[in-house]
């Protein structure tokens, strides 16, 4: 099993940047990808971005294509989430995940893909 911590939420004005982290422990080696979902206020969790932890390859929501960018640490099992330009919309939980099989294109947008997850961090952007 992996286990994720995230770090790095708080609130921000609109059009600011900032920068979430997550650190996997545990069996890492397992892990095929590594992604950030997010849950709006009253809304369903939804895909936000995931890279293929050997590799590289990323995927990114519409919603976020431009401004985000998640990259990884291989060496600090790191995977960081880079957000600029936010705007209120942004503002969710943002929680890291990890999956263990492989997927390809649609399939790593999918919450089942992702078999361990972080207990979450709060992103606020104010107008």
């Known amino acids: 099993q992996v286990r994720l911590v995230e770090s790095g939420g708080g609130l921000v004005q609109a059009g600011d940047s900032l920068k979430l982290s997550c650190v996997a422990s545990?069996?890492?080696?397992?892990?095929?990808?590594m992604g950030w979902f997010r849950q709006p206020p009253g809304k369903e969790r939804e895909f936000v971005t995931t890279i293929v932890w050997s590799g590289g390859r990323t995927y990114y929501a519409d919603s976020v294509k431009g401004r985000f960018t998640i990259s990884r640490d291989n060496v600090k099992n790191t995977v960081y989430l880079q957000m600029n330009s936010l705007k209120p919309e942004d503002t969710a939980v943002y929680y890291c995940a990890a999956g263990y099989n492989m997927c390809s294109g649609y399939g790593c947008y999918l919450r089942q893909s992702y078999g361990a997850w972080g207990q979450g961090t709060q992103v606020t952007v104010s107008s």
């Open positions: 545990g069996r890492t080696f397992s892990t095929y990808v």
